[in-house]
């Protein structure tokens, strides 16, 4: 399957502050990531799909102003969590979906701290 | 729309027994379902997939999934438990035509000496 890679790996930020999450693929190019984020012993819910050379697309609930996404080429996609808050305190994960199969490989997340 | 409802939270099993993890979904359409691990603070890793092809699914570690379209489940099963099967595993249906994966809530695997 292919390598994704995400960095940092964890990142601990004072609240009102900005953090950027950055998502790799290192096999093959991808014009579409996802990114996800997992609140403590809950499930991964889906956050915006994140279209390269277009806008990303915000899955309902989700504040587009606050989560900036950037798929800056055909092998990165960035996540801006924006005036960070404690309650944005959680696990973000990204994937890139297979190409010709529904299948999709994640990278190995970010936990994200806002104290 | 698509969903997934995975009926147990929590399963608790001895080494060596068997393991059953269990999994309904609902879809209006032919459904591509997969199960995933994940282990404390690691990345979530692809355990085996059903893609329309066979209904018994063979996949890493020992693992295996029946898709039984009648009673539309997608159980888990593995003959034999190993303390390194303890993890969170996912039912997850795949949205099709947008390549979203819907996630179940997990069920959190326990194994005892």
């Known amino acids: 399957g292919a390598v994704v890679s995400q960095h940092p790996s964890w990142v601990i930020c004072k609240s009102g502050t900005s953090v950027k999450i950055e998502c790799r693929s290192l096999d093959f190019q991808a014009t579409t990531m996802f990114w996800y984020r997992q609140f403590p012993k809950q499930s991964l819910m889906l956050m915006a799909t994140s279209n390269e050379g277009s806008k990303a697309t915000y899955e309902q609930g989700v504040e587009k102003d606050k989560f900036l996404i950037n798929h800056a080429s055909l092998t990165l996609s960035t996540l801006t969590v924006t005036s960070a808050h404690p309650e944005d305190s959680s696990f973000y994960i990204c994937?890139?979906?297979?190409?010709?199969?529904?299948?999709?490989?994640f990278g190995p997340g970010t936990r994200l701290t806002v104290t | 729309a698509q969903s997934v409802t995975q009926l147990d939270s929590h399963v608790s099993v001895s080494e060596g027994t068997p393991v059953l993890l269990r999994c309904n979904y609902s879809s209006s359409y032919s459904p591509s379902l997969f199960w995933y691990v994940q282990h404390p603070n690691k990345g979530l890793q692809l355990l085996l997939k059903?893609?329309?092809?066979?209904?018994l699914v063979k996949g890493i570690n020992g693992f295996e999934a029946e898709f039984k379209k009648s009673e539309t489940s997608f159980h888990l099963t593995k003959p034999s438990a190993h303390m390194s099967d303890a993890a969170e595993y996912f039912c997850?249906?795949?949205?099709?035509?947008?390549?979203?994966?819907?996630f179940g809530a997990g069920t959190r695997l326990a194994v005892h000496p």
């Open positions: 997850v249906v795949s949205d099709p035509g947008y390549n979203k994966l819907i």
């Open positions: 994937s890139v979906p297979s190409a010709g199969t529904y299948e999709q490989y």
């Open positions: 059903y893609t329309s092809a066979a209904t």
